[in-house]
């Protein structure tokens, strides 16, 4: 799954009348209405605040409300476009001040799913990975140099320790375990060792 880099919002103009779509990294569903009620408060005045969350690892958790514009037309376009780039833990608020003119029901749900794509696309989005986490274990002299080459290759090095032995904590894909093996084995000529400890989340450019 995938999720914004951070809170923001952005603002269009659609015949005459302003959406502005505030998105924001939330953690459960408190966290979701609390951005919520924190966005009709700051837009009391506001024609309509639409809104639509996912959340869960699986994106399990979905909400949607149109907020007194016509039935789907806006909640559910919004829902659809965080479904459609597979983003959760995300809460999307659409904040519209009327203009004087209808847009009627497929004007709204352009301007509605337009707003929330629109401020995706300029906050950006990152994707959630799970990866191996991997201890190594080489003595002082190939340390300083293992270190270097670990840090220099496509590997994500967490930690560095020196007691009797250097212990080097990287991250890696489960299915690079193999060449990750192979790999060690070459610069250090056998000499060094690894022990998988678990799995990290990381989030990365898609």
């Given at each position: ?198 799995t990290t989340m990381v989030e990365v450019e898609p």
């Open positions: 799954m995938r999720t914004i880099k951070r809170d923001g919002e952005y603002e269009l103009e659609i015949r005459k009348s302003r959406f502005i779509c505030a998105l924001a990294r939330v953690g459960d569903e408190d966290a979701a209405r609390a951005f919520i009620a924190e966005r009709r408060r700051e837009h009391w005045n506001a024609t309509h605040n639409c809104t639509a969350y996912v959340l869960g690892d699986d994106g399990g958790v979905q909400r949607s409300s149109d907020d007194g514009e016509p039935g789907g037309t806006a909640g559910v376009p919004m829902l659809e476009v965080l479904r459609h780039r597979r983003l959760t833990d995300t809460v999307a608020v659409v904040t519209r001040y009327f203009g004087g003119v209808k847009l009627g029901a497929g004007g709204l749900i352009r301007a509605y799913g337009g707003a929330v794509s629109a401020a995706v696309d300029e906050i950006g989005i990152l994707e959630r990975r799970e990866l191996l986490v991997v201890d190594v274990f080489a003595d002082y002299m190939l340390g300083g140099r293992l270190e270097s080459d670990l840090r220099d290759s496509s590997l994500t090095v967490r930690d560095v320790a020196y007691a009797d032995r250097v212990r080097i904590e990287v991250a890696l894909p489960e299915d690079d375990l193999p060449g990750f093996e192979v790999r060690l084995a070459e610069l250090t000529g056998g000499r060094a060792e690894f022990e998988v400890k678990g």
